[in-house]
T-cell receptor, first 113, second 115 residues
Framework: DQQVKQNSPSLSVQEGRISILNCDYT??????FLWYKKYPAEGPTFLIS?????DKNEDGRFTVFLNKSAKHLSLHIVPSQPGDSAVYFC????????????FGGGTRLMVKP | DAGVIQSPRHEVTEMGQEVTLRCKPI?????LFWYRQTMMRGLELLIY????????DSGMPEDRFSAKMPNASFSTLKIQPSEPRDSAVYFC?????????????FGPGTRLTVL
């Protein structure tokens, strides 16, 4: 049973528009959420994170929103750029769980020029 | 620091052969993780170590898989015997443990193909 789900395997967006990537989770014990970006032939790299005590965290063009009641988080990229084309993974962790992360299946974002 | 180093980057082997994947974590990191990425299942955690001790190996698919961390700077993931369904990209990651959800740093991965 997947505890972290990314229901959209792919997303295509025009350059300059907003990209919204979604992630749902089932474990109410998750208290920290991260987004990773992965380019082909490279390992995932950390992008942005949010603690469960917040509902929004912003870093430049990237903003993560957390809705705890809905067990849902989203990553917004504004404006989208062709270099943002990658696979995005959502991940979650439980406090005192040895820093173990549970990843979603990933969403492939394609930003068209 | 060079980051997490994995070798080999690509491995092609025949079914039944032993495969050993290697990882050098970032110096000073307390945790080391082995993941497998497939199209069907995304990124799966196989096993992780804290201070060289295996903590959770519940993600290891079968007894054919084993992992060791003999010291703080080296870990191996071994598959013996290998099967075609083991074909995937295997990632090693390491992290500090200052707080819950501390980011993990990933290596470039090893693409394994079992014929």
């Amino acid at each position: 049973d997947q505890q972290v789900k990314q229901n959209s395997p792919s997303l295509s967006v025009q350059e300059g528009r907003i990209s919204i990537l979604n992630c749902d989770y089932t474990n109410s014990m998750f208290d920290y959420f991260l987004w990773y970006k992965k380019y082909p032939a490279e390992g995932p790299t950390f992008l942005i994170s949010i603690s469960s005590i917040k509902d929004k965290n912003e870093d430049g063009r990237f903003t993560v929103f957390l809705n705890k009641s809905a067990k849902h988080l989203s990553l917004h990229i504004v404006p989208s750029q062709p270099g943002d084309s990658a696979v995005y993974f959502c991940a979650a962790s439980v406090d005192n769980a040895g820093n173990m992360l549970t990843f979603g299946g990933g969403t492939r974002l394609m930003v068209k020029p | 620091d060079a980051g997490v180093i994995q070798s080999p980057r690509h491995e092609v082997t025949e079914m039944g052969q032993e495969v050993t994947l290697r990882c050098k974590p970032i110096s000073g990191h307390d945790y080391l993780f082995w993941y497998r990425q497939t199209m069907m299942r995304g990124l799966e955690l196989l096993i992780y170590f804290n201070n060289n001790v295996p903590i959770d190996d519940s993600g290891m698919p079968e007894d054919r898989f084993s992992a060791k961390m003999p010291n703080a700077s080296f870990s191996t993931l071994k598959i013996q015997p290998s099967e075609p369904r083991d074909s995937a990209v295997y990632f090693c990651a390491s992290s500090l443990a200052l707080f819950s959800g501390q980011e993990q740093f990933f290596g470039p991965g090893t693409r394994l193909t079992v014929l």
